[in-house]
């Protein structure tokens, strides 16, 4: 399913985070809502140390990319927030790319992303993005919220998480 909506032109970044969570929670597929999704090389190192069945969907269009030139703010921001290798390089990446996404669940990354006015979003905002998309039902998405504590290594705290599934359980 390719992107629309004026998503085409997003460059979508990932970072190992959201494709290793949402493999667990068999939701990768939400990913096939963007035309591609870059993973920096690093990314998918650490993907394939972890959860390399992630890096083998069909479904979704990932594409590798090779080490970036990181020297300047992203050298910096890694400094001021103490990011690791695969962060750094999607960081890089983005700041590279006019109209970029950067999807992460760390949250020293995405405040790096917001000071760099780079837009972020995580794993729950995916599943969130999936109702919205009609991509999966509000009653699908309210599961899979509810099985991250069992089903992923997504760390989120129980009162936070309880919290978004009530504000998705009222959405209409």
Request: aromatic fraction near 2%; hydrophobic fraction near 45%; glycine fraction near 6%.
């Amino acid at each position: 399913m390719g992107a629309t909506n004026g998503q085409d032109s997003l460059v979508v970044i990932a970072d190992a985070g959201p494709l290793i969570h949402l493999d667990e929670l068999a939701a990768l597929d939400l990913l096939g809502d963007y035309r591609q999704v870059l993973v920096p090389d690093a990314v998918w190192r650490e993907v394939e140390r972890h959860r390399p069945e992630a890096l083998q969907s069909s479904r979704i269009c990932l594409s590798r990319q090779p080490l970036q030139d990181t020297a300047g703010l992203a050298d910096a921001l890694t400094a001021m927030y103490t990011l690791h290798a695969g962060e750094r390089e999607a960081l890089a990446l983005c700041l590279a790319q006019p109209k970029s996404l950067l999807l992460t669940d760390d949250t020293a990354a995405r405040m790096a992303a917001s000071v760099s006015g780079i837009d972020a979003h995580g794993t729950v905002g995916l599943l969130i993005r999936a109702v919205r998309r009609r991509l999966r039902s509000k009653e699908e998405v309210l599961r899979l919220l509810a099985d991250i504590p069992r089903r992923s290594t997504l760390h989120i705290r129980p009162s936070f998480l309880a919290d978004i599934i009530r504000e998705v359980d009222e959405s209409a």
